[in-house]
């Protein structure tokens, strides 16, 4: 009996311990919440433990692909990302794209983000739109706005995006729709694993002259690490790449698209850097 007592007392010392270190988490973050960008295709807005400024770089290889910051073959891009206060997240980035005779060229982006749900600690629900403005490879210039939505707490990340887009030429769709969603869970530790899917040109599915060929659709594995005590985050995902819907139109091969016009696959990582 008396043994009994004991253990009841113990118990009822440690467990009210463990429910406040699990809530100093949530309001606080852990480690793998300080991150700024654990989705590769899915941009988030900035949690409270994520907030001030990163650099994030970022390549990949694929083959029948043409990515947002090259071309079929490898890849890289360089970007910064931060907190500008109210609940604005900023973002800008640059990509360079070798040619496979040889020609050298860039890409620009600029987009800010607000949290207009949520965005108050770090765990929980956000919800938030964005403006940015893009100029690509073959120097066409683009306007886009995205929805945001994400969902964090301490084994459980989700992003989701969907994203429209308009380019200043008569050649292009007159918008394009491309959409995002990421999950994660704790494997163990900072180590994250889940799947990252992409839907690209999306209008395909209700448009037979959808002109960038169609609609294409990605489905990946993901892994993401943010290690204790360290400023760095890795994130890698890839996968095949198919297509759902096909147009005949003629493509431009210029056109800022993660996925490829004939099925395929891609390997892409990111490395991110807090300040």
Not at 27 to 50: D, K, R
Not at 153 to 166: A, D, P, T
Not at 204 to 219: I, K, N, P, Q
Request: aromatic content about 12%; proline content about 4%; some cysteine.
């Amino acid at each position: 009996m008396r043994k009994n007592i004991y253990l009841l007392a113990i118990l009822g010392f440690i467990f009210p311990l463990t429910i406040q270190a699990q809530t100093i988490n949530q309001q606080q973050g852990t480690p793998a919440m300080t991150q700024p960008q654990p989705f590769l295709f899915t941009v988030n807005t900035l949690n409270p433990a994520a907030r001030g400024w990163s650099l994030n770089y970022n390549g990949g290889y694929g083959q029948r692909t043409v990515t947002p910051l090259g071309y079929d073959g490898v890849d890289q891009n360089i970007g910064v990302k931060g907190y500008l206060g109210a609940k604005f997240t900023f973002l800008a980035s640059m990509g360079i794209g070798f040619g496979n005779n040889g020609d050298v060229k860039s890409l620009q982006q600029i987009e800010a983000l607000r949290d207009f749900i949520g965005g108050n600690t770090p765990s929980g629900f956000r919800l938030g739109a964005s403006l940015g403005f893009r100029r690509e490879f073959n120097n066409d210039k683009v306007a886009l706005t995205r929805v945001t939505a994400a969902y964090e707490n301490i084994n459980w990340r989700f992003g989701g995006n969907i994203r429209f887009e308009k380019a200043f030429d008569k050649d292009r769709d007159g918008v394009d729709v491309i959409s995002s969603i990421g999950i994660h869970r704790q494997i163990s530790g900072e180590l994250f694993g889940g799947i990252e899917a992409v839907g690209q040109d999306l209008e395909g599915f209700w448009e037979t002259d959808e002109a960038e060929g169609g609609a294409r659709l990605l489905v990946g594995p993901s892994l993401n690490f943010a290690p204790v005590s360290s400023r760095f985050s890795f994130t890698v995902c890839g996968g095949p790449i198919i297509y759902a819907t096909r147009s005949t139109p003629a493509f431009n091969e210029f056109a800022v698209r993660e996925l490829p016009t004939t099925n395929g696959f891609t390997m892409k990582f990111n490395v991110g850097f807090r300040f």
